[in-house]
Structure formats: C-alpha cells, structure tokens
C-alpha cells in the first residue's frame, strides 16, 4: 500500500505565497518522478510542476518564474512553493508520484487526495 499526504493548501490573496507539500509512505521501492497537478471547476487536470529522481524539472507555462518545486528523495517529499498567486491558480491542487513498489518491477501513477488552494483578487 502507498499513500501521498499533501498539506498546506488554503485561501491567499492575489499576489500572496503558499507552499504545498507532500509525502509518499508505504511499501515504496523506488520513486521516478513526483509533482503536482492542478484541477480548477470545469477544467481538466493539468501538469503544474513535475521533477524526476535526478533533480530535472518541467512546469507549466503560466508559472515558470512564480512556481518551484523540489524534492528529498531520502524522505519520498516534495514541496510545490508558490509565490506571486493569481486567481487563475485557483484549483484543487493533487500531488503525484509515479513509483514502483517493493517486490514489482514496473512503475505506476499514484495520487494524493487534493488540497484547495484560493486565490482571491
């Protein structure tokens, strides 16, 4: 069993910062890439921010410059920091972790539960 715990959503005003972070427990043998999708009322599920094992990263366009994501491997954490909020961010925000479990040898996608983030303008 594996589980993602995300914390740290919350309502920010335009121009404010809020810093998501998750944790990946359970029988975990190995973690390819963790990141954050986002997900806002009538919208589909999109890539925010997504960084591999070896420290490489990729982020959506609309928050590159604003968005930085980071990760301990050591831990199975990453933390998503979130600094000059628009209205637009405004999303349930789901960590994600493609992963391979103790004892199999392919990797799959597992999901946290959400956390909202608001951004009021």
């Known amino acids: 069993q594996v589980q993602l715990v995300e914390s740290g959503g919350g309502l920010v005003q335009a121009g404010g910062s809020l810093r998501l972070s998750c944790a990946a427990s359970?029988?975990?043998?190995?973690?390819?890439?963790m990141g954050w999708y986002r997900q806002a009322p009538g919208k589909q599920r999109e890539l925010v921010a997504r960084?591999?094992?070896?420290?490489?990263?990729n982020y959506l366009d609309s928050v590159k410059g604003r968005f930085t994501i980071s990760r301990d491997n050591a831990k199975n954490t990453v933390t998503l920091q979130m600094n000059s909020l628009k209205p637009d961010d405004t999303a349930v925000y789901y960590c994600?972790?493609?992963?391979?479990?103790?004892?199999?040898?392919?990797?799959?996608?597992?999901w946290g539960q959400g956390t909202q983030v608001t951004v009021s303008s």
């Open positions: 359970g029988s975990i043998g190995d973690i390819n890439a």
């Open positions: 994600n972790a493609v992963l391979r479990t103790l004892g199999n040898s392919f990797y799959a996608n597992y």
């Open positions: 960084i591999l094992s070896g420290g490489s990263t």
